[in-house]
Nanobody, 119 residues
């Protein structure tokens, strides 16, 4: 199993930057695809960025070109660098670890960190 703890959220003005971190404990970290999701009030949780076990990355169209996801297997951390933040980026951001074993997907979630973008 994997335990995830996010940090780095806060209040930022539009156009600013924030860096979210997700610290993982448990093994084997390198066998999990890692992702960031977010959920705004009244909306469904949505996938923001993913980094796979082979270090491939993908982003939602809404953040492509502004957000960058990276991971450090030695430190068991995943980072989301968020630049050019917009009001609509305001949400609770969740770190996710996912792995398929024996045909079943296993998901683990952090507690979330609030990101608020102000005008």
């Amino acid at each position: 199993q994997v335990q995830l703890v996010e940090s780095g959220g806060g209040l930022v003005q539009a156009g600013g930057s924030l860096r979210l971190s997700c610290a993982a404990s448990g093994n084997p970290f390198e066998r999990y695809d890692m992702a960031w999701y977010r959920q705004a009030p009244g909306k469904q949780r949505e996938l923001v960025a993913v980094i796979t076990t082979t270090s491939s990355t993908d982003y939602s169209d809404s953040v492509k070109g502004r957000f960058t996801v990276s991971s450090d297997n030695a430190k068991k951390t995943v980072t989301l660098q968020m630049n050019s933040l917009k009001l609509e980026d305001t949400a609770v951001y969740y770190c996710n670890a996912a792995r398929v074993r024996f045909g079943r997907r296993h998901d683990y979630w952090g507690q979330g960190t609030q990101v608020t973008v102000s005008s």
